[in-house]
Structures are given as structure tokens and as C-alpha cells.
């Protein structure tokens, strides 16, 4: 490995990598990462991190609206939109040193740089650096996915929604996935006038449609409002520095701030993988086998570059198994079944495993249990709005192939469930489980 200046050189600094750098580290290598953006990745500086403290911020609001059943009378109650976002922001810095602390006390040397593929065994820095490794591992993430249509540099993306000077009077977002509904959720709670539009007329593709078709109408009654079939066509500029959305053959839209989120694509453009003759996949994904391994033999790739399954844990475990097999002499993949996911919609959806759908495609004889209720903590609300949980079963061995739940914390709840449909229990496990009253969670083995 002398022939080297590094046995490892990671591109890309956020979860995915850095988990990569520390686990080959106490393997014993010597490694370097570069990253040109901050450490911490999307997740940690401009994902869910960020987000899901915006989203604590705006259910503050919704107690706050149901604070007089409580028995609270508050008089004077504002809200500051800059107090707000400067202590994600706080957060986000505090966040970025604890992940380069973390290379730091692993012995991993970073460079605050843009690098480049230049060869099998050889990066390029911005700085015209060229620094070798035995092995490169590529985990620069992806990148939000903008459309082309006119006006579209009027608007911004989740990775500018953080840093917004003032709350917006009223948003305009193009997309129906997690992220959109997501930040709809949260800017129509601090008090937007928000209004989604979609080309299609579904919300939240994969999940399972008796949650997509309960979730639809609660947020449309909170007070969002859906133009579906209606993809934006053109955004202007008006004189007074706001906005008119063309979206469909509707009429136009007045905002204030127009949020783009239609996916996201590998950050692949530019990288230099054509240097080494490796392909890019339709998405601009680099293709990689079970381990990791991309088509030139030096050279790794983890997390959502791969586009397997966009998401941090995923990226994490990854990045971990690529370091114990590539210098901890430990062979390990990462499954990708019974992945637990969670979209922090107000109120949020939790899911794991196969949709009832899913599960008919390909069981013979598929059963279904279902909850329908009003949670507790609701009935503070003036609004009644209503749980879901679901189960769906093998019909010929019982076993639990799904969970999709609908109500407050179902994110929370629902890692537990996960725990259960990885182990392969069954549905009579799950009633013979004395149910944890008053709670959400009972209604999981209260089902028959």
C-alpha cells in the first residue's frame, strides 16, 4: 500500500462516507475524504434533519390553535419565522461538527474540496491536486431534480427552503412525494397559504392506497389545496418581486415562493467515471453489485449515487458494510427487504412491508386487518380526524408481510412493528401480545 498516499479516498462527506471513513479507519487504514459542499451530507445539513425540527416547530402550532381545551388561555402569540430558521440553522452547524469531530478522532484526514474521479486509482482535487488510493469509494449523494420549463430559476428547491429570509404568504409546490407534502404540511401550519400541484392525481407513490386515500382528504381539510394534473408550465416574475404560476390549463397561481420537489437524481454529472469506464444507469446511478463494487475493481460506490433505496440508514449501512468487506476482511451486504420509511406528513405515515397490493401480486391468499380510529389526543381538536392501521397477512402462514399506519407518531411507533415484520411473526404473535392501554400503539394487536 506504499505505492499509495491513501488505502482509502472517499468523495463525498455525508452519511454514507463518513460511516465508510471511520469503520476502514479502525480497520487500520488510512484514509481521506473530500467533500465540497459541508460534512454532514443532505440528511444532516439540508434533508431530514433540518426538516424534521421544522416539522416539531409547525405541531407547536397546532397545540398552540388547540391550547384553550387544554385549559390554557395566551394572549400575545406570535410566531418569527428568522428565530425559527436560524436555530435549525444552529443546529445544523452543531450537527456538522460533531460529524468532523468524528473524522477527526478516527484519524481521518479531510479536504473541504471538490474531488474528481481521474483514474482507477487517482482523484482530482478543485485545486488541481491529484492525490492516489488503493481504493476510491464515490458517495456524493443526489441532487433535487429540477424541471424544464420557463421561468423555472424563479424557483427553489429543499435544498434553498431552509434559508428563506421571511415566511412566505403563500407557496406554491410542484410535486405530490415525501418532500412536498412534507414542507405543505409545515408551511400551511406556521400560517402559508399553500397549494400543491401535480402531473398526476396521486399522492405519495408506493405507499399503500388506503393511507394516500385518508391522508388526501385530512390535508385538504387543514387547509392545502391540490391542483392535480396540473404540472407547472411557466412561473413569472411580477413587478412587486412576487410570483404567477402557470400549472395546467388552469388558472394561474399568486405566490410568494414556488417549491420545486420532483425527485432527485444521483450527483453523478461531472464526476469522471468515464475515465475508468464505468456506465451510468438510466438515472444517472452508478451500478453496483452486492458489494458495492462498481465495474472498474478499485473504485466503490454507497448510498443514493447507487439509487437503490434513497435513504440514510441505507446509506449508513452501506457504507459500513463496504468497509468490513473491502479492510475488515469481512464479507457483508445489506438487505433491502422490510425497510421501514416514514413521510412526516401532519399527521405522518409510518410503513413496512409489502403494500396489500404488493402482497396479492405475489401470495396466493392474502388477509387484511384493519384499525380505524380517532386517537385520543385528538379529541382536544376541534378537527376529528381519524387513525388507520393496517396489517397485511399471508393467508396461508400467517405471517405479517406489512404494517401501514396512519395517526400521531406512527414513525415512533412503527419501528417496533418493523422489528416484528423482519422477524417474520405472525399475526397470532401480535395477539397474543397484551395490548399497552390507553395508547396508539394498542391498536396493533387489537385487530381481528
Known amino acids: 500500500m506504499a505505492d499509495f498516499d491513501y488505502d482509502l479516498f472517499v468523495i463525498g462527506a455525508g452519511s454514507g462516507g463518513v460511516r465508510a471513513s471511520r469503520i476502514a479507519a479502525s480497520h487500520g487504514a488510512k484514509v481521506a475524504v473530500a467533500e465540497e459542499f459541508r460534512v454532514g451530507g443532505t440528511c444532516v445539513i439540508r434533508g431530514c434533519v433540518p426538516k424534521k425540527l421544522l416539522v416539531y416547530a409547525s405541531h407547536f402550532a397546532h397545540s398552540l390553535h388547540d391550547a384553550p381545551t387544554y385549559g390554557w388561555t395566551l394572549e400575545g402569540a406570535s410566531f418569527d419565522w428568522s428565530k425559527l430558521r436560524d436555530f435549525v440553522a444552529s443546529d445544523v452547524d452543531r450537527l456538522e461538527r460533531a460529524y468532523t469531530s468524528t473524522l477527526d478522532s478516527n484519524k481521518v484526514e479531510h479536504f473541504h474540496e471538490r474531488a474528481t474521479v481521474a483514474g482507477p486509482n487517482t482523484v482530482r482535487l478543485a485545486s488541481g491536486r491529484e492525490i492516489t488510493a488503493k481504493t476510491i469509494l464515490i458517495a456524493v449523494g443526489a441532487w433535487p431534480v429540477m424541471p424544464d420549463f420557463a421561468g423555472v430559476e424563479h424557483c427553489i428547491t429543499s435544498n434553498e427552503v431552509f434559508h428563506l429570509p421571511e415566511l412566505p404568504k403563500r407557496v406554491v409546490i410542484q410535486g405530490a412525494g415525501y418532500i412536498a407534502l412534507e414542507f405543505a404540511g409545515v408551511f400551511n401550519a406556521l400560517g402559508s397559504q399553500v397549494t400543491v400541484v401535480n402531473r398526476s392525481d396521486k399522492i405519495l407513490r408506493g405507499y399503500d392506497h388506503d393511507l ?101 440508514p441505507v446509506a449508513i449501512r452501506e457504507g459500513h458494510a463496504f468497509a468490513d468487506t473491502v479492510f475488515g476482511q469481512t464479507p457483508r451486504t445489506t438487505a433491502y427487504d422490510h425497510i421501514p420509511s416514514a413521510v412526516f406528513t401532519q399527521p405522518p405515515i409510518g410503513a413496512v412491508g409489502l403494500t396489500e397490493h404488493e402482497a396479492r401480486a405475489q401470495f396466493p391468499e392474502v388477509k387484511v386487518f384493519k384499525s380505524d380510529f380517532r386517537p385520543m389526543q385528538n379529541m382536544f381538536s376541534e378537527v376529528a380526524e381519524r387513525g388507520y392501521y393496517k396489517l397485511v397477512v399471508d393467508g396461508q402462514s400467517d405471517r405479517v408481510l406489512g404494517v401501514h399506519m396512519l395517526s400521531p407518531d406512527a414513525p415512533e411507533i412503527l419501528q417496533a412493528a418493523a422489528i416484528a415484520v423482519k422477524a417474520g411473526l405472525t399475526k397470532a404473535q401480535f395477539d397474543a401480545t397484551v395490548a399497552l392501554h390507553p395508547s396508539m400503539a394498542e391498536e396493533l394487536v387489537l385487530m381481528r
Open 212 to 312: 394516500t386515500d385518508r391522508l388526501l382528504p385530512i390535508l385538504q381539510a387543514r387547509g392545502i389545496e391540490f391542483g392535480f394534473n396540473r404540472p407547472i408550465r411557466q412561473v413569472e416574475k411580477q413587478a412587486d418581486g412576487s410570483l404567477l404560476v402557470h400549472a395546467g390549463e388552469g388558472e394561474p397561481i399568486a405566490a410568494d415562493v414556488v417549491l420545486v420537489a420532483t425527485g432527485r437524481r444521483p450527483k453523478t454529472d461531472g464526476l469522471g467515471l468515464d475515465n475508468v469506464g464505468i456506465t451510468l444507469g438510466s438515472n444517472g446511478e452508478i451500478p453496483v453489485d452486492e458489494y458495492n463494487a462498481t465495474a472498474c475493481a478499485s473504485i466503490y460506490a454507497v448510498g443514493d449515487v447507487t439509487d437503490r433505496v434513497q435513504l440514510t
